[in-house]
Every structure is written in structure tokens, then in C-alpha cells.
């Protein structure tokens, strides 16, 4: 019977702070493209929404210090490039992108795949009133 070692074991706060240190420290800066989607404008001025391409997203934050300068407002849809630094929330584990900056580059893929698609069935009149059904009563 073999012997084996027994590994190191981590707690949960630890291992986050290790994960933490890692990402925090090797894309201190970092340059994204992507689409916003989720976006919501917190009543604090901070800003909160993902962003993402056709394989992944991820969230991000843009403080209200940090967006008060932008000459456009942000929306659902629009391609943008980010630039910024990941940061981790250790009480749940998740990393984000906390931006700097966010220049638009016009609208995404994704969303103009979205409006293709919605061109495409108005124009099979599928959204048409004829073609639309009561809702059944709610027992």
C-alpha cells in the first residue's frame, strides 16, 4: 500500500484570494470588444451590465466618477470597446471588468441578428393583431 500525501487544503476565503491575486495582477489592464447587454444605469449613477461576443460574456461596472465624461449613453445592443481591469468580489467569488473607459463602435452582431430576425417575421405579418390569440383566464 502506497503512501500519499496529503494535499494542502485551501478554505474558501483563501482560494479566492489566491484566484484574486492572480487576476487582479496579471490583467491589471486589459482592452475588450464586445456587445452590452443587461445594461442597467444604478440610481447612483454607477453603471452595471455585461458584455459579450457569440462564445462569452462577462460583467462589468463602470463607476459613476468614471462615466460622468462620456458623450454617449450606452445601451443594450451597442458594440463597444472597454477598457479597464478585472476586479474579484471575494464574498461571492465572482470576477468582473471594472471599466475606465468605453468607446462605442457602432451596433452588435448579435443584436443586429435580433432586429434581422424581428424584420423577417413582420414581414410574414407573424406580429400582425389578426394573428394574435387571447390570453387565457388566469383560474
Known amino acids: 500500500m502506497q503512501n500519499k500525501k496529503v494535499p494542502h487544503i485551501l478554505s474558501v476565503g483563501e482560494l479566492t484570494r489566491r484566484i484574486k491575486s ?3 495582477t496579471d490583467f491589471e489592464e486589459v482592452t475588450v470588444a464586445g ?3 443587461n445594461f442597467k444605469r444604478h440610481s447612483s449613477g454607477h453603471l452595471y451590465f455585461s458584455l459579450k461576443d457569440m462564445s462569452a460574456q462577462i460583467s462589468c461596472t463602470m463607476w459613476k466618477g468614471r462615466n460622468a ?4 449613453s450606452p445601451h443594450d445592443g451597442m ?3 472597454a477598457r479597464g481591469s478585472i476586479s474579484v ?3 461571492r ?3 468582473q471588468l471594472d471599466c475606465i473607459e468605453l468607446l462605442p463602435t457602432g451596433m452588435g452582431e448579435l443584436q443586429l441578428a435580433f432586429e434581422k430576425l424581428k424584420q423577417q417575421l413582420a414581414d410574414e405579418g407573424l406580429f400582425d393583431a ?3 390569440k387571447k390570453l387565457p383566464e388566469f383560474t
Open 22 to 24: 492572480v487576476l487582479e
Open 35 to 37: 456587445e452590452i447587454s
Open 69 to 72: 465624461s462620456m458623450r454617449f
Open 79 to 81: 458594440k463597444v470597446i
Open 89 to 91: 468580489y471575494e464574498p
Open 93 to 95: 467569488g465572482n470576477y
Open 130 to 132: 389578426e394573428h394574435k
